[in-house]
């Protein structure tokens, strides 16, 4: 076979990206209908938890720091929501086979990780965004013409921070479900991680009076994810030290998946 | 233009892909033929890097195919048809895959209309068929145009016009001076896409030759002959490399003699022929010759009737 009747690509083609693979991850995201019921689900849940928290408040008379609370409240929810979320952004690929078509799209593999990873964060943040200052509307709506419902500029960050916690859930889950490639596992491990895990430790250090369990709790993930939105008291960690805990956790959990993706046959 | 040179692939003790060395020339269709767990499909693979080889390295146009710029638009894969998230419709599974590379809409709709999928666009993957997979699956792997496919079993699934299509798909972008590197198991149909074939048994390559080389070094090329006195002619032909059968009075299908020399001894005898027909094996028997000794997975039962006839002594069939 001679070189002359070797085909000849047209030169100057477009090439695989980064602004590529990040606009290929958010096509996957949004074009399932599983993303869109989470994401509506948590909005919906966050702003009907605040109603109710916000029309309780109301009949009991003490509204101060309700507007705060009611919408954080919604958070334990979501962050629930988008653990599932972000464990089933990647599980789903493994189960449908679908990961081999994007590791043959980008077969060196960890940008991949990184697109999933930069298009699940700025979605879920912007969908907490939405979350928690709906949340905070519809509170001060239903709490209109109480005293000492007025937000500080403390209060609105915290709200931001909520955000971004929500954020790193899904991130912390996404990397689990990159270790673990199976969705009932990576559910069942990210669930427990943020909601038995304080549990236990609280279990134990409250029958056993170990402390080294009592010790343990604050570094836990959804501990510190609290800690990280909520106004410290005297002897708990500030925020941002909470802050670089959840973000320990999360970056722990992505490194993992991303090395075992790289090492691993798809 | 593929080229392997020692590829390996081992899982625990178990040896799938064993040193292999092998080059896909561009301008022709390859076929790539072997028995269930040969390896084929390990092999393509690691070609385009979803498993990691052993040992031994396997390039794509002098890359490996992870160090391409634009590796679906150096080789489009179709490896298996669920790798495709059932959740998506199909043409957000093209959009998505293209846009790693910037191929835009223009291109999917073209893919989508070049296989056929134009009504079925919009629904999710979930509820296709296994030809509509198959089909989606092609579409994936022609998004960017590659100059090298990689197909992976493409006709299965199809119906019969299906089949036609990819033949004359695979035909025709090896006449453009594409790579085309297919893999079936059916003979037939392969028979009539491939001009080279790499046959695959154990792990090992027990061919890699022309098409026209590997039908004619088969041991099945026969003569078929009809004459009112065949058993008399069997009996003159007989000998230490001739095999003769009858499957009905009237009738034999001899191997190791070829038509001429059977015409000539037919006539010396005056022995009248109403037939002399030399027929060339088909791929199917090439390949059952081939790989005979290197089939990973036997059917369980004993078939009442040998599969393998050749080599039958004259005497158990001469009537």
Same mark, same amino acid.
């Given at each position: 076979?001679?070189?002359?009747?070797?085909?000849?690509?047209?030169?100057?083609?477009?090439?695989?990206?980064?602004?590529?693979?990040? %606009?290929?991850?958010?096509?996957?995201?949004?074009?399932?209908?599983?993303?869109?019921?989470?994401?509506?689900?948590?909005?919906?849940?966050?702003?009907?938890?605040?109603?109710?928290?916000?029309?309780?408040?109301?009949?009991?008379?003490?509204?101060?720091?309700?507007?705060?609370?009611?919408?954080?409240?919604?958070?334990?929810? @979501?962050?629930?929501?988008?653990?599932?979320?972000?464990?089933?952004?990647?599980?789903?690929?493994?189960?449908? @086979?679908?990961? %081999?078509?994007?590791?043959?799209?980008?077969?060196? %593999?960890?940008?991949?990780?990184?697109?999933?990873?930069?298009?699940?964060?700025?979605?879920?943040?912007?969908?907490?965004?939405?979350?928690?200052?709906?949340?905070?509307?519809?509170?001060?709506?239903?709490?209109?013409?109480?005293? $000492?419902?007025?937000?500080?500029?403390? $209060?609105?960050?915290?709200?931001? !921070?909520?955000?971004?916690?929500?954020?790193?859930?899904?991130?912390?889950?996404?990397?689990?479900?990159?270790?673990? %490639?199976?969705?009932?596992?990576?559910?069942?491990?990210?669930? @427990?991680?943020?909601?038995?895990?304080?549990?236990?430790?609280?279990?134990?250090? @409250?029958?056993?009076?170990?402390?080294?369990?009592?010790?343990?709790?604050?570094?836990?993930?959804?501990?510190?994810?609290?800690?990280?939105?909520?106004?410290?008291?005297?002897?708990?960690?500030?925020?941002?030290?909470?802050?670089?805990?959840?973000?320990?956790?999360?970056?722990?959990?992505?490194?993992?998946?991303?090395?075992? !993706?790289?090492?691993? $046959?798809? | 233009?593929?080229?392997?040179?020692?590829?390996?692939?081992?899982?625990?003790?178990?040896?799938?892909?064993?040193?292999?060395?092998?080059?896909?020339?561009?301008?022709?269709?390859?076929?790539?033929?072997?028995?269930?767990?040969?390896?084929?499909?390990? /092999?393509? +693979?690691?070609?385009?890097?979803?498993?990691?080889?052993?040992?031994?390295?396997?390039?794509?146009?002098?890359?490996?195919?992870?160090?391409?710029?634009?590796?679906?638009?150096?080789?489009?894969?179709?490896?298996?048809?669920?790798?495709?998230?059932?959740?998506?419709?199909?043409?957000?599974?093209?959009?998505?895959?293209?846009?790693?590379?910037?191929?835009? +809409?223009? +291109?999917?709709?073209?893919?989508?209309?070049?296989?056929?999928?134009?009504?079925?666009?919009?629904?999710?993957?979930?509820?296709?068929?296994?030809?509509?997979?198959? +089909?989606?699956?092609?579409?994936?792997?022609?998004?960017?145009?590659?100059? /090298?496919?990689?197909?992976?079993?493409?006709?299965?699934?199809?119906?019969?016009?299906?089949?036609?299509?990819?033949?004359?798909?695979?035909?025709?972008?090896?006449?453009?001076?594409?790579?085309?590197?297919?893999?079936?198991?059916?003979?037939?149909?392969?028979?009539? /896409?491939?001009?080279?074939?790499?046959?695959?048994?154990?792990?090992?390559?027990?061919?890699?030759?022309?098409?026209?080389?590997?039908?004619?070094?088969?041991? &099945?090329?026969?003569?078929?002959?009809?004459?009112?006195?065949?058993?008399?002619?069997?009996?003159?032909?007989?000998?230490?490399?001739?095999?003769?059968?009858?499957?009905?009075?009237?009738?034999?299908?001899?191997?190791?003699?070829?038509?001429?020399?059977?015409?000539?001894?037919?006539? &010396?005898?005056?022995?009248?022929?109403?037939?002399?027909?030399?027929?060339?094996?088909?791929?199917?028997?090439?390949?059952?010759?081939?790989?005979?000794?290197?089939?990973?997975?036997?059917?369980?039962?004993?078939?009442?009737?040998?599969?393998?006839?050749?080599?039958?002594?004259?005497?158990?069939?001469? &009537?």
């Amino acid at each position: 076979m001679s070189a002359a009747t070797t085909y000849a690509r047209p030169a100057g083609l477009s090439s695989l990206s980064a602004i590529g693979m990040l %606009r290929s991850e958010w096509i996957k995201l949004r074009s399932l209908r599983s993303t869109i019921w989470s994401y509506a689900a948590v909005v919906v849940v966050s702003l009907g938890i605040s109603l109710l928290i916000s029309a309780a408040a109301v009949g009991f008379g003490g509204v101060e720091g309700i507007p705060i609370a009611a919408a954080t409240y919604g958070i334990y929810f @979501g962050q629930l929501v988008v653990a599932v979320l972000g464990v089933l952004v990647i599980s789903g690929e493994y189960s449908t @086979g679908m990961i %081999r078509s994007t590791l043959t799209a980008i077969p060196k %593999r960890i940008p991949a990780l990184v697109a999933k990873a930069v298009v699940l964060f700025v979605t879920t943040f912007v969908v907490g965004l939405i979350s928690v200052f709906g949340a905070v509307g519809v509170s001060l709506l239903v709490l209109s013409g109480q005293p $000492d419902v007025a937000l500080s500029g403390e $209060d609105l960050g915290n709200l931001v !921070l909520a955000a971004v916690y929500l954020a790193l859930t899904s991130l912390f889950a996404l990397g689990l479900g990159t270790i673990l %490639r199976n969705g009932a596992g990576g559910i069942a491990v990210a669930l @427990g991680v943020i909601l038995l895990l304080p549990t236990i430790f609280g279990l134990i250090a @409250g029958i056993t009076q170990a402390e080294w369990a009592s010790n343990a709790l604050p570094y836990l993930f959804s501990s510190a994810g609290t800690g990280m939105y909520t106004p410290s008291g005297e002897e708990a960690f500030s925020q941002l030290h909470n802050t670089v805990i959840v973000l320990v956790w999360t970056a722990v959990s992505l490194v993992g998946g991303a090395l075992l !993706l790289k090492s691993r $046959d798809a | 233009m593929i080229n392997a040179e020692g590829l390996t692939k081992r899982y625990g003790a178990k040896t799938a892909v064993d040193d292999i060395s092998f080059t896909v020339k561009p301008g022709m269709v390859t076929g790539f033929l072997g028995p269930n767990g040969a390896g084929k499909s390990t /092999t393509m +693979r690691m070609i385009v890097g979803l498993d990691r080889p052993s040992a031994g390295t396997v390039t794509v146009n002098g890359k490996r195919y992870a160090e391409h710029h634009a590796p679906l638009r150096e080789v489009g894969a179709l490896l298996d048809a669920k790798a495709i998230h059932t959740g998506r419709t199909a043409f957000n599974h093209l959009l998505a895959m293209g846009a790693t590379h910037g191929i835009g +809409r223009a +291109r999917v709709d073209e893919v989508i209309g070049l296989t056929g999928l134009e009504s079925v666009a919009g629904k999710r993957v979930g509820g296709f068929s296994l030809g509509m997979g198959q +089909r989606l699956g092609i579409a994936a792997a022609l998004l960017g145009d590659p100059a /090298t496919l990689i197909l992976d079993e493409p006709v299965n699934g199809l119906d019969p016009e299906g089949v036609r299509w990819v033949r004359q798909l695979a035909r025709h972008l090896a006449s453009e001076g594409r790579t085309i590197f297919l893999s079936s198991h059916l003979m037939s149909e392969m028979a009539q /896409t491939a001009d080279h074939l790499i046959v695959l048994g154990r792990g090992k390559i027990i061919a890699d030759a022309p098409m026209s080389e590997i039908l004619s070094s088969s041991t &099945r090329n026969t003569v078929r002959l009809r004459s009112p006195r065949a058993a008399e002619l069997a009996s003159l032909l007989q000998g230490a490399e001739v095999g003769i059968t009858s499957t009905e009075p009237g009738l034999l299908t001899v191997s190791g003699l070829s038509a001429p020399v059977i015409g000539d001894t037919a006539a &010396r005898a005056g022995i009248a022929l109403h037939e002399l027909t030399p027929v060339a094996a088909s791929l199917e028997e090439a390949y059952m010759d081939l790989t005979q000794d290197s089939v990973e997975y036997h059917a369980g039962a004993a078939p009442a009737v040998p599969l393998t006839p050749a080599p039958v002594a004259p005497q158990e069939v001469v &009537r």
